[in-house]
């Protein structure tokens, strides 16, 4: 789980872009898109053959 705490003179700006940092670091974010929908075993395999692809092409 993310926290972010204020200091005494901090300003909400400040914390919630230093919250939207850590949130994008963790991968909480992406992750929540990724299951947003469920994806049929079949459809995963196919996702990681084309990761895969996209990776060798890049390497």
Known sequence: MT?????D?????S???RFK???SKAGILADFKKR?????????RKQ???TARR?????
């Open 9 to 13: 003179n901090e300003g909400i700006e």
């Open 21 to 23: 940092r850590q949130v």
């Open 48 to 50: 990681k053959a084309v």
């Open 3 to 7: 926290q972010v705490l204020l200091s």
């Open 36 to 44: 947003r929908f469920f994806e049929t075993p079949q459809e995963k």
């Open 55 to 59: 990776k060798k092409r890049l390497y």
């Open 15 to 17: 914390a919630l872009r």
